[in-house]
């Protein structure tokens, strides 16, 4: 973990936890049996949340790409990939075991762990490490002995790797080129830990990209501007987020380079994004162990050669907490009231637009207007309390418009329009509603 010196303090992680409970965004699954540690179920508003997250991935890594294929594998994948790959035999974390209260750790991760309950002075009497493997494992069919075993993916990336062949000869793509997909992926983590950063069932949004071994360092670092990107469109702060490359002893012996995308959580800088070179290495082992020729023919040299992989791999959960990180703020406003508003990018709000009556008399043309509306926008339809308390309930989940319509909306056919960060209001004709939200999102 980072020390507590790189750690922010304008945001609590109980705040929030508890904001995202209270308002629906996500909370403990299996809550009303205690919950299961390591999962979380995403509410209405945290689905939004983090469909938005992932429906922009999408648009901007397979749609407006040709040279992005999307797919979607199953999460049991052929047992074979993960020999091939290594994660049977390597993908574990160090673990160390408490002979006293039987608590396990990450021998990696002993620093600020909670005392021991049995131990004199709350001391653990660690055990030496050992290789805990990560791979949720399961039995297929009825039966279940040591041929039925399966694994959950550890990882999104392993159907790409056996799909590559037939997604390239049904696309009538030619390295270079790339297959994305979103999905979920499982690892028995030792200790899941900082809400949704470290679970045990959680979303990756991974892109394989292949192409000529020589040509790997230059897609590199095409991929890794593209990925930047997208986290600033995303809204996150710059000062929030920052790259770091691996040493050369950090890297995984087939790998060319690789580097972290970084982001500032009140727990210190941690990883949402890997961007990796990883060489020939996938599709050579999946060569190796399904017989099957995956290589490439080089029409300028003549020659057959095993395709590189660029890879790209962010977790949505985990880039939905930075989202909601960045974005939680409280507000000092005159007369000493204080405001909680979720700053969100229009592009993540969950809601992106509420509508009230300024009376329930004006109940029907409102809603009129709120359906309208709903056609293209994520809309919130509130009658119930005070104008004020309506805009705080919208502020504190990260609207950033609503529109009142009034008595005098009737006789002049405009509404009142308040924006979140500034809380201006303007008045706009309400059949211009939609092209005004549609503009705004446009521009971002
Ligand atoms: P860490 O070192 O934090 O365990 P990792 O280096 O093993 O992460 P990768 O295998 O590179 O992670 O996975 C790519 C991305 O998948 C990570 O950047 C992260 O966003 C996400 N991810 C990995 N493990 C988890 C997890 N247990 N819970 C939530 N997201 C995860």
Known sequence: MSAPDDARSDVRMEDLVSLCARRGFIF??????????????????????????????????????????????????????????????????????????????????????AKCTEGRGGEHSLTEPRDFNLMLETHIGASADAASVAYLRAETCGPIFTAFKRVR???????????????????????????????????????????????????????????????????????????????????????????????????????????????SYDLTQHTEFSGKDLSEFDEQSKERYVPAVVETSVGADRTTLALLCNAFDEEELEGGETRTVMRFSPRVAPIKVAVFPLSKKLREPTKKLAADLRKRFNVFYDESGAIGRRYRRQDEIGTPWCVTYDFDSQEDGQVTVRERDSMSQERVSADQLRTYFQDRMDAL
């Open 28 to 113: 403990q699954s299996g809550e009303i049996y205690g919950g299961i540690n390591g999962f979380w179920d995403y509410g209405p508003l945290g689905v939004e949340l983090k469909n938005n997250v992932k429906a922009f991935w999408w648009q901007r890594m397979v749609r407006e790409r040709d040279d992005v294929e999307g797919l979607d594998g199953a999460i049991i994948t052929h047992p074979r990939t993960w020999e091939a790959s290594g994660h049977i035999a390597n993908f574990s974390d160090p673990m160390v075991d408490c002979r006293l209260c039987k608590k396990r750790f990450r021998a990696d991760q002993l620093e600020g762990i």
């Open 169 to 279: 000869d049904a696309s009538r793509q030619k390295v270079p080129f790339g297959i994305a997909q979103i999905g979920k992926a499982f690892r028995n983590e030792i200790n899941p830990r900082n809400f949704i950063f470290r679970s045990r069932e959680f979303e990756q949004m991974e892109l394989e990209f292949f192409c000529h071994p020589d040509e790997s360092a230059k897609w590199f670092e095409h991929w890794r501007s593209v990925r930047l990107q997208f986290h600033r469109d995303l809204g996150f702060d710059e000062s929030n987020l920052r790259t770091r490359p691996h040493a050369p002893d950090e890297l995984a012996h087939y790998a060319n380079a690789a580097e972290d995308v970084e982001f500032l959580f009140p727990f210190g800088w941690q990883e949402i994004e890997g961007i990796h070179d990883r060489g």
